[in-house]
């Protein structure tokens, strides 16, 4: 007669985490690094409620002790400077911008990555030239450029200059050349023109580089300061950034409506940064498609 033994099974143990010294100092720094990087923009934040009395008191305050919104009722019923109007000014400047940036990048870009044609490697040490001069060195003739164009005291003149840029065609070239040309001939195989393979194959793979330039692109035009204010002499055509010296001109004795006209100017960037955050995480990581 067979007897039936039973095997008890002993639940298996979890495995404790363990916090060691290293983590604790990790998570310490990571702690204080970040309040480090935080503070500044929360002190500014704070400060645009208070008033003008309260942000030169001493002791300073860290909390609002009274909280008031007129210094953001102060900038926006401001009829001298009507801040919808910078606000569309720096919109088309920057989104201009980044339309044709990313345009010329990434057609550009696919053009020295995956064509051979004579001197390439002269335009494209050209092209790496460019990202070694700096701004300044250009600004006189760029200047003279848009008077002999007539663009002087316009916003097209902030954007002629920027619609092709140097370290994004090297980028996006980066980008491009980790597509497998299998992928590319298996298209014309099947009879995709040159211009399609463009538009469908090769952009839909560009996505997170593309929001990587983008988003640097749209900051870096957004905070623009010495060429608008180079170039824009009126004060209805003048951008974000100028506007803010302003404010701190005009109120240097009341910092709160300082404090309030630049957390105006940066919520858009801090907005869109942290909308394509994994985009832009992406876009540094990756490194297209491998054959």
Do not use: C
């Not at 007897?3 to 495995?15: A, C, E, G, M, N």
């Amino acid at each position: 007669m067979a007897v039936r033994t039973r095997v008890l099974l002993s639940p298996p143990r979890r495995k404790r985490n363990r916090i060691t010294t290293e983590t604790v100092l990790k998570t310490t720094m990571l702690i204080l690094g970040i309040s480090m990087t935080l503070m500044p923009f929360i002190w500014l934040i704070l400060g645009s409620f208070k008033t003008a009395t309260e942000l030169i008191q001493t002791p300073p305050t860290f909390w609002p002790e009274n909280p008031t919104l007129e210094n953001y009722r102060t900038i926006l019923h401001d009829p001298k400077l009507p801040l919808l109007r910078f606000y569309g000014n720096s919109t088309f400047v920057a989104a201009f911008n980044v339309t044709t940036t990313l345009f010329t990048s990434s057609l550009f870009g696919f053009l020295f990555a995956k064509y051979e044609f004579r001197g390439k490697r002269i335009l494209f040490g050209w092209v790496m030239l460019l990202l070694m001069i700096p701004g300044q060195i250009t600004m006189i003739p760029s200047f003279l450029i848009l008077a002999k164009l007539g663009l002087l005291n316009s916003l097209w003149g902030l954007v002629v200059f920027s619609a092709v840029d140097a370290f994004g065609i090297f980028m996006m070239k980066q980008f491009v050349e980790s597509l497998p040309n299998e992928l590319l001939d298996a298209a014309r195989i099947d009879g995709a023109s040159e211009w399609k393979i463009y538009l469908q194959i090769v952009l839909p793979q560009l996505g997170a580089p593309l929001a990587t330039l983008g988003v640097l692109n749209f900051m870096g035009n957004w905070n623009a300061y010495l060429w608008p204010m180079v170039v824009i002499t009126s004060i209805e055509k003048r951008t974000l950034p100028i506007i803010l010296t302003w404010y701190n001109s005009q109120h240097s004795t009341n910092a709160g409506i300082t404090n309030a006209a630049t957390v105006l100017v940066v919520l858009p960037i801090l907005f869109l940064f942290l909308y394509f955050q994994r985009w832009i995480v992406r876009g540094f990581t990756m490194s297209g498609l491998k054959g």
